[in-house]
């Protein structure tokens, strides 16, 4: 076992962790060292041992956290229940029934151990019970488990809780009979043995610390203490000696999971690199042979993703058949569904089976290609190796694709055991994943990298001297622009799309200027890279006189008063003013391209803080012309980033009505982004331009003169879009009815005039140009975040039923209709598994507004009033104003006149007066 605070992520040794909440944690960045292990005399190509970084994906403090605050409160009944209420009501009262004491897990926990003491006791023959309890069976499943650092958290705990009872138990029948097991069963038992005892101790633990005791209480053999539950009061409580789970424990836990944990992925890496059992014949005949349509790979995905690595390489021919079948088919556009005409249900059947049909081909199509890049990387490596090479770059991506593999194979696996089918009802349609990654922006992406591609496939590698020491050069630019056209982020992930373009501009960076001279092919490349990743800001100080905010060497510093809402729910972040625990060092970005692909509406993904305002108002500007987003930043080359955005200024006209003005705001800001202990973002994850605007947005500032990334918790669509674009927006219509002032000039929604031409309007919002922007009701029903904001994407009308198509910033959320027609939420936010369709959901148009608290919508192609020229008009009006005044002051008084109007005056007082 590891001494306390020995390979703990960086952290240093702190005696007492519950005093890491005042104390500065430093934080070292841990350093992935790949060792020259590479062993030529025994399976050239395979590593030996490479050290790995230790459980990077959590921290010991945060599991320790997680693991010590188990007890959580059920909290209180809502006494005007709806929708989701009713159901947590009925929860509240279904805890209470088995002790007044009950916390948020007692009937969870209490109502699996009644199913497994049921399914093991009761419903299971005595020949079945007999067979599952005896020593091979159970002895081949405790060593059969992985066990993982956050095995013990709370949340691991809950979710597989009937699994982990299921190992606690069998090992305490186990241990029972230890003497009677074989010598070698029994030597491994007894190295199980101290993590089993952990294991059982925390589950102990965790049931107790909510009122639930494993055990019976008449029971003290070890069979009879897992036989049924018993709960627990607090008044039982008191002087109970219950399992205790201390800090020592969580740090031996951590220390002997980990290592564990390496020495899998190790044994993993040495599988992936074992060299296939085939001769350079079979390898090569396989790399170039060409078969027929008839020859084609026609297994299913399970036959695909278990293939050993000599049969992926005799199938490639076969599989490549098959891939290039399925490109060919794909090429075909899809009709969608018509946006302003209904469709007889036979076209509607026929649409959807080919909707179908391509989902099937696209999600085949990313197993084989997995599956081929695997079987080419080992083939090329066998190669490498038979001719005496070695290649530790090329080792590497063998493992990365092995790793990819594994992936899909389980990702696959799961889909299958906890994807049941739903049956929606007539008259109800669902969003396809076909149809959210086939945007207009994600045309326009696409198009741009295919681009891309043509124009490094027309780069020719030089052989005439002198070009020709460069050859190898510029042919690993070519490589690196396939491999950048091949990740894609929908399926690869932003880090390595990111990673791949990185490297191709690393690439195109040491060929010398020369080569650019003499290769037009080569220089038209670069110049494509370059406009697609570094942003079209074009800054001109001279135009409408605009700020300039220099933070390339600051970070920014809250001015949210301590207290307030927005500073009380942030409290996870760190910037300059607050050097938290939850946080580590800043992540540098200065080598990432700002862009890896031209923006989509389904790059971003909201993280904890709440700026759904911000994600949902640039994810319309980009439904809109992905170019706003584009041409508003700058990859400055040397670290930096220079954001445009636009501060609202209200200038008085001539009614003496404050208008809202816009002045250009250019922000220049390190390439840097703060991230959570666990290595995630803390703002917007996925793209990098995302959080430079952010950055730049919080030296900005709001309105109210605060600053800081704390500054931009809570806001509208409307609001961040105007920073975007500096263009204000106007109210459409409210929970309350409408805006007194709106432009579409409804009354209310009620009305079905009104109601057809708000939704028409919705329709056309994109080609008429203007944009959207929707805000939920805090107390929404089931299937809507509260009090959040969303992108309306546009309006469709399907088989007579009328939807609004809208986008959820969190991107692993979105409405879904169940059996019922009931509406709720696809999946919680902290669901590790993206959402099929980005966060894109069809939502009738009543729940549309029935949900709506806000709604406004913004003309993109309305001319901007700068504050410079909003000045200048306020200028003259005061002046024309003071001219009149003073005229009017000059003017010769009519004595004659004045006395009149005096004696009317006074009249007028008597008469009301005697009235």
Known sequence: MSEPGEGLDGFEEISDLKSLKKEKIKVEKVQDTQQDLMQQSEYMGMYAGQTVGVSKSRSLYALSEDVHRDKVSLGKKTWKPKGEQIRRNVEIDNAKKLTKDATADTVSIYTALENVYKEQHYEMSDVARERRFDNGTLFNKLISVHFTPKMITRSYLKKNFARVYDLVYSYSLLKARRDTLPPNDRAMFDTLAPKMELLSRRLHNYCEKNHVSLMRKDGVNADADFKKAHIISDKDMVGHDYARFSEEDTREWFSITSQEKEERQRARKQEALTLPALSSEEINEAMTKSVSEDEMFFGDSATLLSMSKEGRIRNLPAIKKRIAFILANLKTEVPKDADKIEKDARALEAEKAKKEQQLAFRKELIELQAVQKLAVLQATLANAVQQNLRDLELADKVFEASEELRALKKRANMTQEHQPEVTVPAGIISLTREEALSTDSDKKSFAARTKLFDSAMKITVPTEVPLNEHAGAIAAVKEAAVKYFDTNHYSSGYKAES????????????????????????????????????????????????ELIDAANLRPEDTVEEGGRQFKKSVSFRDGAMNNFFTRSWDDKTGDPLFAHEPTVNDLRQGKVSNCWMVSGTTAAINYDPDIIKNCMKDNGNGTVTVRLYRQIYVEDEHYVHQPCAQPVYITVKKEVPKLIT???????????????????????????QKGYRSLWYGTGQEWFFALTGRTGDGVAGSGGTYRFNPLGLTSLKNTGDSDRLFQDIMDANSNGYVYHYGSKADTSAGMNSGHAYTVLGGRVVGGERYVLLRNPYANMSLKYGEDGKQSLTESYFSSEMNETCGQFLIKYDDFLANMQDLSRTNVKQDIRFYDDASAEHDRIVAERKEAEKAKANEPKDEKAEEEMRAAIQKELEDFEEF
């Open 499 to 546: 990673a791949a373009m990185r490297d191709l501009k690393d690439k195109l960076s040491k060929l010398p200027q020369n080569v650019f001279d003499q290769i037009p092919e080569l220089r038209v490349f670069k110049a494509l890279v370059d406009s697609q990743t570094n942003g079209g800001l074009v800054v001109d100080m001279d135009y409408h006189h605009p």
């Open 679 to 705: 290595g995630g973002a803390i703002q917007t994850s996925g793209a990098l331009w995302m959080q430079m605007l952010e950055k730049a947005a919080a030296f900005l500032g709001r309105e109210n003169g």
